[in-house]
């Protein structure tokens, strides 16, 4: 079958380091000639040389022939100066992330290429809008964000400022396609729809972390056991590193003017200043040998030798579920309108903290442990318990104990406001519904941009779903009161959805 024609015949690439490097590759790979350029000696060159060891490793591999490599390596063209770029359909600049380098760079690049060529940045961060502004030609100029590294990263941005023609953007949508991605349309607002919806994950588990309620292994362990996610939170930031992570939490937080939603950590911001950095440094929040993480061992289940009986409270979320994982577990269960004096009292609440629901329902907190029940029992492969400050160490190990005789980790947390799950999901389900609120993207193109740009297990508006919009609003809400925080604020789109559901809509939504 012959190739289809690419949407741009000749494409330049203004930056020849890893993001340049690697949308050079899948640019030419779509039958484009490439003219990568770099101002720093020997890295175009460097570049080049890269790409070719590459094709050459798909060639041997056998996912590549040998008739195909040597043809891109054909398309793939090396330039010493920028006016060489003159005759692109496409220049895309992938070069520091400065508003005033970028502006720059564009308004010479506009003196050279022809006046229907597309210009286009692959910003992670900055104002599409700000870049094009001062532009003779802002119609022809659009965000292309591709993440790296770019040929395993399937997703790509694409982003309209102002005055960007929308004939534009759907052309490098088309291109995109054409190079093997998956294009989603955003419009230019801070982080655009990825680096926004991404900001629940990490700046919430900060929030846990400095409220002492659990450590970074901890929260790690329950995030990838619970919900699903390939990395905790604590490994995501050692693997990208606090000097690109923490700086994306400023800008953000910054450009939305202060939004409590997006607020940093003072935690990243110490580490980043003492150069702990992350994997890269040899030391992040785990210590590296040799690349890999050392990773502290779970505390060992208690030895009790004999188990109080238990009660559970009737307003427990997932009650019927709870007794029959009890009654599996072989607990001696009581079923009074009380507990008896010498019961474990289980509360299991959404969003609040174990002793506010010690105290309105009035019972023993000394005996009063909490267990999250957010996620069906049958679906996850942690159990989390949570102490209030009164929990006596006897109740809090004789749970621990219960909860572990099938073989299940469990583990057992500090008091706060919802669960480590429950506000880390709520979070992110948040601000994917705020998103959606301020009509930035369509509800589809949401989700395929975090499970394929952050490798979330499902989309934001589908966890919503799974995990029930109106249990998510009941966290939010709770911990609303718990905290008196504005982050916790309800988005109005979710609180209008909750009863029908996220993730089913119109695609007019």
């Given at each position: 079958m012959?190739?289809m024609?690419?949407?741009?015949?000749?494409?330049?690439?203004?930056?020849?380091?890893?993001?340049?490097r690697?949308?050079?590759?899948i640019?030419?790979?779509?039958?484009?000639?490439?003219?990568?350029?770099?101002?720093?000696?020997?890295?175009?060159?460097?570049?080049?040389?890269?790409?070719f060891?590459?094709?050459d490793?798909?060639?041997?591999?056998?996912?590549?022939?040998?008739?195909?490599v040597?043809?891109?390596?054909?398309?793939?063209?090396?330039?010493?100066?920028?006016?060489?770029?003159?005759?692109?359909?496409?220049?895309?600049?992938?070069?520091?992330?400065?508003?005033?380098?970028?502006?720059a760079?564009?308004?010479?690049?506009?003196?050279?290429?022809?006046?229907?060529?597309?210009?286009?940045?692959?910003?992670?961060?900055?104002?599409?809008?700000?870049?094009?502004a001062?532009?003779?030609?802002?119609?022809?100029?659009?965000?292309?964000?591709?993440?790296?590294?770019?040929?395993l990263?399937k997703?790509?941005?694409?982003?309209?400022?102002?005055?960007?023609?929308?004939?534009?953007?759907?052309?490098?949508?088309?291109?995109a396609?054409?190079?093997?991605?998956?294009?989603?349309?955003?419009?230019?607002?801070?982080?655009?729809?990825?680096?926004?919806?991404?900001?629940?994950?990490?700046?919430?588990?900060?929030?846990?972390?400095?409220?002492?309620?659990?450590?970074?292994?901890?929260?790690?362990?329950?995030?990838?056991?619970?919900?699903?996610?390939?990395?905790?939170?604590?490994?995501?930031?050692?693997?990208?590193?606090?000097?690109?992570?923490?700086?994306?939490?400023?800008?953000?937080?910054?450009?939305?003017?202060?939004?409590?939603?997006?607020?940093?950590?003072?935690?990243?911001?110490?580490?980043?200043?003492?150069?702990?950095?992350?994997?890269?440094?040899?030391?992040?929040?785990?210590?590296?040998?040799?690349?890999?993480?050392?990773?502290?061992?779970?505390p060992?289940?208690?030895?009790?030798?004999?188990?109080?009986?238990?009660?559970?409270?009737?307003?427990?979320?997932?009650?019927?579920?709870?007794?029959?994982?009890?009654?599996?577990?072989?607990?001696s269960?009581?079923?009074?309108p009380?507990?008896?004096p010498?019961?474990?009292?289980?509360?299991?609440?959404?969003?609040?903290?174990?002793?506010?629901?010690?105290?309105?329902?009035?019972?023993?907190?000394?005996?009063?442990?909490?267990i999250?029940?957010?996620?069906?029992?049958?679906?996850?492969?942690?159990?989390?318990l949570?102490?209030?400050?009164?929990?006596?160490?006897?109740?809090?190990?004789?749970a621990?104990?219960?909860?572990?005789?099938?073989?299940?980790?469990?583990?057992?947390?500090?008091?706060?406001?919802?669960?480590?799950?429950q506000r880390?999901?709520?979070?992110?389900?948040?601000?994917?519904?705020?998103?959606?609120q301020?009509?930035?993207?369509?509800?589809?193109?949401?989700?395929?941009?975090?499970t394929?740009?952050?490798?979330?297990?499902?989309?934001?508006?589908?966890?919503?779903?799974?995990?029930?919009?109106?249990?998510?609003?009941?966290?939010?809400?709770?911990?609303?009161?718990?905290?008196?925080?504005?982050?916790?604020?309800?988005?109005?789109?979710?609180?209008?959805?909750?009863?029908?559901?996220?993730?089913?809509?119109?695609?007019?939504?």
């Open positions: 012959p190739r024609k690419p949407v741009y015949a000749i494409v330049g690439i203004v930056g020849a380091g890893a993001m340049g690697g949308i050079a590759q640019a030419a790979q779509a039958g484009s000639i490439v003219k990568l350029f770099d101002t720093q000696p020997g890295a175009v060159s460097k570049a080049r040389d890269a790409i060891t590459q094709w490793k798909l060639r041997d591999k056998g996912r590549m022939d040998a008739m195909q040597e043809a891109q390596k054909g398309r793939l063209l090396v330039e010493d100066s920028m006016g060489q770029l003159s005759d692109c359909n496409l220049v895309i600049e992938a070069i520091v992330e400065r508003l005033d380098v970028k502006k760079l564009f308004t010479e690049l506009e003196g050279i290429v022809g006046a229907a060529t597309v210009l286009a940045t692959n910003t992670s961060s900055l104002s599409v809008t700000a870049i094009a001062g532009l003779k030609r802002p119609r022809q100029f659009a965000g292309y964000h591709f993440f790296n590294p770019v040929p990263m997703v790509v941005e694409v982003i309209a400022g102002l005055k960007t023609d929308h004939a534009v953007c759907a052309d490098l949508a088309a291109f396609r054409q190079m093997g991605h998956t294009p989603v349309q955003a419009q230019d607002t801070p982080g655009f729809i990825v680096n926004h919806a991404g900001r629940g994950y990490g700046t919430e588990a900060l929030r846990i972390v400095s409220e002492g309620v659990a450590d970074f292994a901890t929260i790690d362990r329950i995030l990838r056991d619970q919900i699903g996610f390939k990395l905790g939170p604590f490994e995501l930031m050692d693997l990208t590193a606090l000097d690109v992570s923490h700086p994306v939490m400023e800008s953000i937080y910054h450009q939305y003017y202060e939004e409590p939603r997006y607020r940093p950590s003072v935690i990243t911001a110490q580490r980043l200043a003492a150069g702990i950095v992350g994997k890269k440094a040899g030391e992040g929040f785990y210590h590296y040998a040799n690349g890999v993480a050392q990773i502290p061992p779970e060992a289940v208690p030895q009790v030798d004999e188990m109080p009986p238990v009660w559970v409270s009737p307003r427990a979320a997932r009650r019927v579920e709870l007794l029959r994982l009890l009654k599996t577990l072989g607990a269960i009581e079923t009074a009380a507990p008896s010498a019961a474990l009292t289980l509360v299991a609440p959404l969003g609040f903290d174990i002793t506010t629901v010690s105290v309105v329902e009035r019972l023993d907190p000394a005996r009063t442990i909490g999250d029940m957010l996620v069906d029992d049958a679906a996850t492969k942690r159990r989390v949570a102490t209030n400050p009164a929990t006596r160490s006897d109740m809090r190990d004789a621990h104990a219960l909860f572990a005789r099938d073989g299940k980790p469990v583990s057992v947390i500090r008091d706060s406001g919802g669960f480590v799950s880390v999901v709520a979070t992110i389900i948040n601000i994917a519904a705020d998103i959606c301020q009509r930035i993207c369509s509800p589809k193109d949401l989700e395929t941009a975090v394929l740009g952050l490798g979330y297990p499902i989309g934001p508006l589908a966890m919503g779903d799974r995990y029930g919009p109106t249990n998510v609003l009941e966290v939010l809400f709770n911990m609303q009161t718990v905290y008196g925080d504005p982050r916790y604020r309800p988005s109005p789109w979710l609180r209008r959805r909750g009863a029908i559901g996220l993730s089913l809509l119109h695609e007019e939504e």
